[in-house]
Structure formats: C-alpha cells, structure tokens
C-alpha cells in the first residue's frame, strides 16, 4: 500500500514539474519537461511492480488458514486496489504519450 502511495505522489509531483515548466526559457522548459517525463516513467513502474506483490501478498494472506473474519472482510475489500492502480498507470501512460507527442512536434517545427 505504501508503493502505491509512493506511486501517486511521485506522479503528482511531476505532473506539477509539467505545469511549472511553462515559467521558463524553451530549452530549460523542455529539460525540464524531458525529466518530469522521466519521473512519471518511474512511478509507472513502481505502481505495476507495487500492484505484483500487493497481488502475491493478498493471495497468500487471503487462503492461509489463521485469519479472522474482519481480516478477510477487509483483504476482499482491498481487492480493488490494483484496478485503481491499472487504471492510473494507464492515464500516465497516455500523459506520457502526450506531452511526447507534444514535445516532437514542436522539434520538428524548428
């Protein structure tokens, strides 16, 4: 649960390197650009690679034989949490593309 957190504010955090880039010159504004894309690169990674051993860890949690009632009440609960994670990757993901596409096309226009 933590990594994902770690995900969501990694990305939040760049997202607002992204807006703040417009504040400076065309080439220090596209280094930064370039980083913030690099940034969310990385909390893509970290949310799937956060979400595989959520996964694991909930399966085993989930079948082992000493756990009350309210720990499996709240593990089906929890199993919902890759699918808001999926789908956050996959925003970033079509951020990412954007701002690439974005940044190619004004390269191409000079």
């Known amino acids: 649960m933590s990594a994902l957190r770690n995900m969501f504010l990694l990305s939040s955090i ?5 807006g703040f880039s417009d504040r400076f010159g065309k080439l220090n504004g596209q280094i930064i650009k370039i980083f913030a894309i690099g940034v ?3 909390a893509i990674f970290m949310g799937k690679g956060a979400t595989d051993v959520f996964q694991t860890l909930h399966l085993e949690h989930m079948n082992s034989e000493g756990i009350t ?3 499996k009440t ?9 699918i808001f994670a999926y789908v956050y990757t996959g925003v970033l993901v079509i951020l990412v593309v954007t701002l690439l596409a974005r940044m190619i ?3 191409n226009k000079k």
Do not use: Y
């Open 14 to 18: 760049a997202i607002g390197l992204i």
């Open 40 to 42: 969310i690169i990385l």
């Open 69 to 71: 009632e309210v720990d």
């Open 74 to 82: 709240i593990l089906e609960q929890s199993s919902i949490f890759p």
């Open 105 to 107: 096309k004004l390269w």
